[in-house]
């Protein structure tokens, strides 16, 4: 549960994107940034007690908005795309963290890392069963995304507009949306999402961030394959959320008996490529049958007309 929120927050980051045809391959690199700010600002303790989570929380997601903020306005106003410069900032995003932590974070022997927030400002967990470890608090942060994601999507017009761009960025302009404007906003809440990813190990076990050892890398490029397998959608992305998570966490055990990691991140991936390939045969049967029908209610007008 605690691996499936991470993954699921990461995924409904790319998901939006995704929805308005946009690529950010950028989550990673956006909660990167997200983690490396959020750990500075808690571990410095400005605000006391349970206001230290909810102002971290408020940190990182800014964190994210400003580093997706970066692709964004270079799309839109040098049309470079989305994917080239997001995949650059990655790369920016981990040396940057790593400089930030290892010039002005705290050194143990041969590891840096931020300042530990403060035991007032890490929330208790808590247990399905009496002798399951607790699930992160701030896992719950995952649910409230999907909610709020499915709610924005199907219930508002910013919803309808950002599908409609998606679909036709021409469709877009005919019914009065500006799509450079919607880039800028659907990036914006994807590195706001993103700069989430971290935050419920953060506050549930690390207490602190550090590359490598206290910080789990590659759960952005994971997001983009759960959103790609749930098709974009709350109930999809929450089912293969526990999927990866259930893998990843299983990896541990099969690597004692002798099975190489390489295994699991294989069958994740041959996941995905089935489910797409699955959608995608299900899409051309259903385009195909459409064009019959409509061929059929055409034929009778079409035999009877005058040579």
């Known amino acids: ?17 995704f929805r308005m045809g946009l690529f950010n391959i950028g989550v990673e690199g956006q909660y990167i940034v997200g983690a490396c700010a959020g750990a500075f600002f808690a571990g410095a303790g400005i605000v006391p007690g349970p206001l230290n989570i909810l102002a971290t929380l408020v940190v990182a997601m800014f964190a994210g908005v400003v580093w997706a903020m970066i692709a964004a306005i270079l799309n839109v106003t ?6 080239i410069s997001a995949i650059m900032l990655n790369y920016v995003a981990l040396t940057l963290a790593g400089y930030l932590v290892k010039n002005y974070g705290e050194r143990s022997g041969y590891t840096f890392t931020t300042p ?3 035991p007032s400002s890490q929330p208790l967990g808590f247990g399905l069963f009496a002798d ?3 699930i992160w608090a701030l896992a719950i942060l ?24 998606g679909e036709s960025r021409t469709a877009a302009l005919a019914n009065g949306i500006d799509p450079r404007r919607m880039v800028l906003v659907v ?30 890398r590659g759960l952005g490029f994971t997001g983009l394959a759960v959103a790609l397998l749930g098709r974009n959608t709350s109930l999809g992305i929450g089912f293969g959320s526990l999927l990866f998570a259930f893998l990843a966490t299983q990896s541990n055990r099969l690597q004692s008996v002798g099975v190489a990691r390489d295994v699991v991140e294989i069958t994740q991936g041959v996941v995905v490529l089935m489910v797409v390939i699955a959608f995608e045969i299900a899409r051309r049967i259903k385009v195909r049958r459409e064009q019959e029908r409509v061929a059929r209610e055409l034929e009778p007008a079409t035999t009877g007309a005058p040579a």
């Open 132 to 134: 399951a470890p607790d």
């Open 116 to 118: 530990k927030i403060a």
């Open 78 to 83: 040098r049309g470079v795309s989305e994917v």
């Open 142 to 165: 995952a649910v409230i995304v999907g909610i709020g994601y499915a709610f924005l999507l199907g219930w508002t017009r910013f919803g309808f507009d950002l599908r409609t761009t």
């Open 1 to 17: 549960m605690n691996q499936a929120s991470m993954i699921a927050l990461s995924a409904f980051a790319a998901a939006i994107c």
């Open 187 to 216: 990036m914006a809440i994807s590195g706001a999402i993103a700069g989430l990813v971290w935050m419920p190990s953060f506050f549930g076990s690390t207490h602190t961030f550090g590359i490598p050892e206290y910080f789990q």
